[in-house]
């Protein structure tokens, strides 16, 4: 079973150290104790309690295929004449559209505007990560 130390869920969460033990002392996260006395958290526990966190989608997807949608800040508009670049903050992720210029100016998207990052494709490449998370064999 994979189990994730405090500062390891922290990360992957995109919150500090101090949200997970809140949520830990406060009963939302459940959390037990490594050989060492180190509070760790269970993957499954951690996976389920992220899920509960992404709330029910707001229905605005509707009529669109496409269920990956990432809200951020647009942190970056790169235009010339007939194309543009529109870099968008979503928490951690950077994500970066080439669009037309057109298309920019039509949504009024500017450096510190909101915007939803929808995201659709044929090919999702997931690879499996490395992070310090143990995995405890036979548990």
Known sequence: MTVFRIGEAAELLGVSVDTVRRWVDAGRL??????????VIDGVELAGFVRGQAGEPDGR??????????????????KDTVMAQVDIQAGPFRLVSLMSREAVDE?????????????????VVVERSTPAAKTRAGA
């Open 107 to 123: 949504l009024g998207l500017q450096v510190g505007s909101v915007a939803v990052a929808v995201i659709k494709s044929t090919t």
């Open 30 to 39: 459940a959390a037990g104790r490594d050989e060492h006395g180190h509070r």
């Open 61 to 78: 997807w509707e009529g669109s295929s496409a269920r990956n949608r990432l809200r951020g800040i647009v942190t970056a508009v790169l």
